[in-house]
Structures are given as C-alpha cells and as structure tokens.
C-alpha cells in the first residue's frame, strides 16, 4: 500500500489530479483507465484487477491510497462540530476516548476520518448508525493498529487528520506529491 496526498486544491475535481500522478507514478499507468462505481458508490478501475484505489478530499488537500486489494482513505479538515454531534455518533468508548485527551474537535475529527475510511475500505458507505462503525481508537497520534483483520494508520497535519485502512499495513508517511493543478 501507498499514501500520496496533494495540497493546493481550489476545486474539487482536481484531486483527479492526484489519482493520475499517483496511478502513474505507483503503477505506471497512465492515462486513467475508465472508471466505474460500486452499487454504493465506491469507485474503481474498469477491468483493472488488483489495482484498488481510495481517494479523499477536505479544502485544499487531497489523499489517494493505493493498494492491490481493497483499500479506503479519509481526510479531514479539524473545525468545532456542533456540541451535540459526539454524543449522537460516537460509541461509549470513543466518547471516553475523546474526553481523556486535549483538543476535543482535533480527536473528534481524528475519530471521523478513521470512521470514514473503514466505510470507504468496505464500499458500504455511512449506511447504518456511526455509533456501531468499530474503529481502533489512536493512543498517541501516528500509529498503525490492526482491528477486525484491518490494518489502520492515523495521519495528521496542520489543521487536518487523516486515516487509511486496507488489509496490508498502511506506510508510515505520506508521500506528497507536487504538481501543476488544472
């Protein structure tokens, strides 16, 4: 598995952007071949076995994980949440989690991005409560943890938090990439 990210994005589309430099650069493949999306919207190659990819967003950044077998990926930009927000999707645990440690909305988001990346490995999406999305919970910042045979990496920045989930080990750092964006 490989992490690329990519800072600067002024829209949305551009972290296509990112997924072609990344396919081009990890696989050497390049242009993009077609692309489809599963029955609940996660996107993959058309026709392009064991070449599985994730790709997120969140104000300028951009995250791609790559990988040859499922993979998801998630960034967040940290902001305050409504106070109610952890009490209604968080699970007793993760609350516990979040009132132990410093920075609240820093671990809140912390705790979204793995949630999300979980959901974004298996495809299904945020389909049911996220209270029951069973993540492991970071005990200091970046480390890999295994849960439910799902190898997990926490990623963090200036004013962001990150997560990629796959059943290989997740690398230590990401590697950004610079370009010149559309």
């Not at 998630?74 to 009490?87: A, E, H, M, V, Y």
Request: aromatic share 8%.
């Amino acid at each position: 598995m490989v992490v690329y990210g990519m800072e600067g994005l002024r829209e949305r589309r551009q972290a296509y952007d990112l997924l072609a430099a990344a396919a081009k650069e990890y696989w050497g493949l390049s242009p993009l071949p077609p692309m489809e999306r599963g029955e609940k919207g996660k996107p993959s190659f058309l026709g392009e076995v064991g070449r599985e990819f994730n790709l997120t967003h969140s104000g300028s950044l951009a995250l791609c994980a790559l990988d040859s077998a499922p993979v998801g990926v998630d960034i967040q930009i940290i902001k305050t949440w409504r106070p109610s927000l952890p009490g209604r999707v968080c699970a007793p645990e993760e609350l516990a989690w979040l009132e132990a440690g410093e920075d609240r909305w820093a671990r809140f988001t912390q705790l979204w991005a793995l949630k999300e990346c979980r959901v974004k490995y298996s495809g299904e999406g945020l389909t049911r409560s996220i209270a029951d999305i069973r993540v492991p919970l970071p005990a200091n910042g970046r480390e890999g943890c295994v849960l439910d045979g799902l190898c997990y990496r926490v990623y963090q920045g200036e004013g962001w938090r990150a997560a990629v989930c796959g059943r290989t080990t997740p690398p230590e750092r990401i590697q950004w990439i610079t370009s010149q964006m559309s």
